[in-house]
């Protein structure tokens, strides 16, 4: 195994060059003795990210309509795991009024996002995507599980142009312990019909899960090579005390911004979103996630008084922050980075490489 700081510089102008890594350099990578290098692996990714995405960061709103979930994933507080958690469901006009605002905020990108909440049928799916796109003119992006594959046509159809959804792990061993009621190869064959549809499709990953590893992690980057999303969300594991995995230990910020890296130079036009759980996970953990790689942000403009109910982990960040102060929060982050925000529709341009 590599060990002083020349065989690692050696490396990182590997990993730069899209070498193929091994499992020996995978558990390097993500073990303690490659901690002193991690800053030089954040350089690489963030000057790769420079040429390849430029400078601007691509903001768009998220509205967390509703927190029921039929799913029962392992480390989630909204799934059906936790019954003390109390609910709420926006209607259409809620929905609506909420997008109008965002919009006038200068919001041209918005993400609904909520559980697998199969109240909504998709018929109101495609109403409330219509609405949004035909009175507003915003990029519609959806965040709401697993749909049969006639739906997310008809949500195309309506006008929806993203689809967000993590396969969390490409191991269907790690998926299947943590999804009970829910099957990996399923989460795939969504995500190939979200590209057969013509998405711009996003998914992603957990890190920290319990049972994963630097091999794990390495398979997880293989998948998505192939996989080749548009979009590609890290999420840290924060355990949530409410669920089956309440009392593990929590992912590491580190480990989530050497993958993070590892996106962008192994998938450099993608666009990767520094996430709010990286935040809430550290102090700076948005700030350090732009820093090697990101691109997006997505803050919260969902009412206030539903994001005490929309917690996927716990002490989430900007909970008491209206829409117009996370705006301005996160444009200030931005701009004290030298970075450039930009509140429009964001569409990637994808580059061959």
Request: contains cysteine; neutral net charge; hydrophobic residues 30%.
């Given at each position: 195994m590599q060990t002083d700081g020349r065989d690692h510089e050696a490396l990182i102008a590997d990993l730069v060059k899209r070498e193929r890594i091994s499992d020996e350099t995978a558990r390097l990578i993500f073990s303690p003795a490659f901690d002193e290098f991690r800053a030089r692996l954040y350089e690489a990714a963030d000057k790769v990210r420079l040429e390849t995405v430029g400078d601007e960061v691509f903001i768009r709103g998220i509205i967390e309509f509703s927190n029921y979930c039929g799913c029962q994933c392992d480390y989630c507080g909204i799934s059906s795991h936790n019954r003390e958690l109390d609910r709420y469901r926006m209607d259409f006009d809620d929905i609506l009024e909420t997008a109008s605002h965002a919009y006038g905020l200068g919001f041209r990108s918005l993400v609904l996002q909520s559980g697998e909440d199969r109240s909504y049928r998709a018929s109101d799916i495609c109403h409330i995507i219509e609405a949004i796109k035909g009175r507003l003119g915003m990029a519609v992006t959806l965040s709401i599980g697993e749909w049969p594959k006639a739906d997310?046509?008809?949500?195309?159809?309506?006008?929806?142009?993203?689809?967000?959804?993590?396969?969390?792990?490409?191991?269907?061993?790690?998926?299947?312990?943590?999804?009970?009621?829910?099957?990996?190869?399923?989460?795939?064959?969504?995500?190939?019909?979200?590209?057969?549809?013509?998405y711009q499709v996003g998914s992603g990953i957990l890190v920290g899960l319990p049972g994963q590893d630097g091999p794990g992690l390495l398979r997880d980057l293989e998948y998505l090579e192939r996989l080749r999303p548009e979009m590609v969300g890290i999420g840290p594991f924060i355990p949530h005390p409410k669920t089956p995995l309440g009392n593990q230990p929590a992912g590491l910020i580190e480990h989530c911004l050497t993958f993070l890296a590892l996106l962008r130079l192994y998938l450099p036009?993608?666009?990767?979103?520094?996430?709010t759980a990286m935040g809430t996970l550290a102090p700076q953990g948005r700030q350090m996630a732009l820093r090697a790689g990101a691109n997006v942000i997505m803050p919260n403009v969902s009412?206030?008084?539903?994001?005490?109910?929309?917690?996927?982990?716990?002490?989430?960040?900007?909970?008491?922050?209206?829409?117009?102060?996370?705006?301005?929060?996160?444009e200030d982050l931005v701009l004290a980075l030298g970075r450039k925000p930009n509140l429009g529709f964001g569409h990637i341009k994808r580059k061959i490489y």
């Open positions: 997310y046509a008809a949500f195309r159809a309506a006008g929806a142009d993203r689809y967000l959804l993590r396969i969390e792990t490409s191991s269907q061993a790690l998926f299947e312990r943590y999804h009970r009621d829910s099957k990996w190869y399923d989460r795939h064959k969504a995500l190939m019909d979200l590209k057969e549809l013509g036009d993608s666009y990767l979103p520094a996430t009412p206030l008084s539903n994001r005490p109910g929309y917690q996927i982990y716990p002490d989430k960040i900007g909970q008491s922050d209206d829409a117009e102060t996370c705006q301005r929060c996160i």
